[in-house]
């Protein structure tokens, strides 16, 4: 008890630290907050400031200054051999010596990381447009997968039935398991000697397949991994739109003799839709940014597996191209920015909530 | 303990340390935490003895404390170090392999050994392999950490001797259901032993230029592709699958590393044999695994006390006392020179077998340009194991991304 008391206590006072700062800091930024807005300018709206300054000051901290030092960063030439304090300014360098005019200046020393990622290879071998294709193939492989898995579970779940609740525990169990535990099982699983898969195939007289050497094959591993892991999450949120559905509609579709399919095109479908379209940008913008699985599953780090995030992983911490590696995750950054402004634009999604 | 005993002991202890460190600086004597990260695995039980190694220490000095990690593996304690280093939150010490002082150096995160310990203590093979620019990187703890062969004597009776004799004996084994051998197939750390059997260096006589788009890779590339093709070596395997399979007695031999000759020792007893790797018929030449070994690599800026504290646990984890508790426990080659000229080392006919398989070996470069050879050789040397690209084309994608590596030290 001693020992593990021993054991304990440091870390445990650690975290009190941490808390007790984290508590004196807010009363103080409340107290600003306070005296600024409220004395000093008399505003009508302290309170919303005050309630907003903790969390704005927050993000600040950990979110829009670590960007800020990212867009710094991607600026640079930081390397191995020049870590840290040593990494300059490309515009420093060029500065210094015979700096090219007009746009070259533009890509040679103000932006050359920016221009290296869409003209040298982002890994080893391969290019930017490669990697960003296959990960656009990723993405839309595994939406399409989640969203008709959970569907269609989410369909069977909705009527009556013995056992509902066991069935549904179930089928949320995948998300219940910490996800990288869950792919390093699948990993074990697409074993060439021990794996479950190759198993099966041996016992059906069937050849078994190099699941992590051959390119397609550990594609399809990916894919089959991160299906089973999405699929929980869509049929949950599908589950629960497709419950707050009033059962008169259907009842009034029965009446007028509207079969199965024409009850979920025109009813179900319809009225989940404020539910379905954020679900689906949720997920698309995640599993385009999932890591455990494309990294994981691809033990022996073929190009041909990664797509954008895990090779900008390569190439800041496998690689050390530190300055090149900040200027690829701006560029990755910057489509799902587009992607996003682009799929609300078309959708209207977002009009509805902030009427 | 009653209190006056207890001071006696205090004390004793405190006139030991400083008798201990001798004319160096004396011990801090308040509460000290060293965080302490190295690469060792359960498996052959060094993470315990490394463990273990720091909880002796304790006992001699109740105020010093470790915390003992394990990043996850060698190349994510080299990523994390870095992360760590430039946060400005490194750890106090490092157990790790010579080719990390490359990156390292370069960024200027570890600090020199050579005035710190007596380095005359320690093996000349053990310390080459640290040497940049003149000076030391890392006090060796262990000799060795070369590839050899492990066999199965139920059903390899004799080795082969030549790549001609393993051709020869594979289909006998494999008419046993057995995998006549097995191998890491996923790093290009188990490469490098038959690019020097056929011939080749990674690098020119410079040791910086890459050299790896050369007939003598693509002669290696062809053999392991052979070996996948003809079933001599599994389908597909990595460390564990390759470990276990030699385990369970599916694969006859092995190619391993130093490392785990305890725990084989353990499992197999009498029945398992060490050799060299076969030498290669088409040249002659007897495969040269990459030598090195484990050592301490002290982070650049630590404080006065930490340091001493850092200094003073290296000398007592490499003491001869020490050195020879790791031999008998992990079956690992000592880097002390004392410890290396022991019975108990040249008695023993797998210590024996192991250290004739060093002779053959050569130092594994430490210097950074090597990061990219590694990085460039992976997936290329995959490819051709998987059939995406014939041995000349990986070869000359190897050398084209090996150099792009180098500009982007720059």
Known sequence: ?355 | MKPRTMWTVLSLLVVGAIALTGCGQALPTGPMTIRLWHQEGEADNAKQYVEALAAAYTAEHPNITFEVTNPGDTELLRQDFQTAALAGTPPDLLWTVNDHAGPFTTADIIVPVDDLVDLGLYADGALAAVDLNGQHWGVPITSGNHLMLYYNKDLVPTPPATTDDLLAMTDDLKAQGVTPLAYNQTEAFWLVPWLGGFGGAVFAEDGVTPTLNTPEMVATLAWLKQLKDEGIVPPESDYPGADTLFQEGKAAMIINGDWTLGAYKDLFGDKLGVARIPTVSATGKPPAPYTSGKYFMVPAGLDEDTQAVVVDFIKFATNQANQLDMVSLLARLPALKTALEDASITADPYLAGSADQMVAGVGMPAVVEMRCNWDAMKPEMLAVLSGDKTPEDAAAAMQSAAEACLLTLE
Not at chain 1, 30 to 58: C, D, N, Q, T
Not at chain 1, 96 to 108: I, S, V
Not at chain 1, 263 to 291: C, E, K, S
Not at chain 1, 309 to 331: C, D, K, S
């Open chain 1, 1 to 355: 008890m001693d020992r593990l008391l021993a054991q304990l206590l440091p870390s445990l006072t650690e975290t009190l630290g941490t808390i007790v700062f984290i508590i004196v800091a807010t009363a103080l930024i409340e107290l600003i907050v306070y005296l600024v807005i409220g004395r000093i300018f008399k505003s009508r709206h302290l309170l919303v400031w005050m309630l907003i300054a903790p969390a704005a000051v927050g993000l600040a901290i950990l979110i829009v200054y670590p960007l800020l030092w990212e867009l710094r960063l991607s600026l640079t030439n930081m390397s191995l051999r020049r870590f840290g304090d040593k990494a300059q300014y490309f515009w420093v360098v060029c500065a210094a010596g015979e700096a090219p005019k007009g746009l070259a200046w533009l890509t040679e020393c103000l932006f050359k990381n920016y221009a290296d990622v869409f003209r040298m290879p982002v890994l080893k071998q391969v290019m930017f447009l490669p990697v960003f294709l296959r990960t656009v193939a990723w993405t839309g492989v595994n939406v399409f997968f989640h969203v008709a898995g959970g569907m269609g579970l989410a369909l069977l779940l909705n009527r009556p039935m013995r056992g509902r609740g066991v069935y549904r525990a179930l089928l949320i169990l995948p998300w219940a398991i910490p996800q990288v535990i869950a792919v390093l099982a699948w990993r074990g699983e697409f074993h060439y000697e021990y794996g479950y898969f190759n198993i099966i195939l041996t016992q059906l007289g069937l050849a078994p397949v190099e699941w992590m050497s051959n390119p397609l094959a550990n594609f399809t591993a990916m894919v089959a991994t991160n299906v089973w892991l999405g699929v929980p999450f869509m049929m949950v949120i599908l589950l629960g739109a497709m419950q707050s559905i009033s059962g008169e509609y259907y009842e009034a579709a029965e009446i007028d003799g509207a079969g199965g399919y024409q009850q979920w095109r025109h009813i179900t479908l319809p009225l989940i839709q404020p539910v379905l379209t954020p679900a689906i940008v949720l997920g698309t913008i995640w599993t385009f940014n999932n890591f455990n699985v494309p990294f994981f599953i691809n033990q022996n780090e073929l190009e041909s597996s990664d797509i954008l995030v895990t090779a900008l992983y390569r190439a800041a911490f496998e690689y050390n191209r530190y300055g090149f590696a900040a200027a690829f995750a701006f560029v990755i950054f910057i489509l799902l920015l587009a992607y996003v402004l682009i799929y609300i634009a078309l959708t209207g999604t977002l009009k509805e909530s902030t009427r």
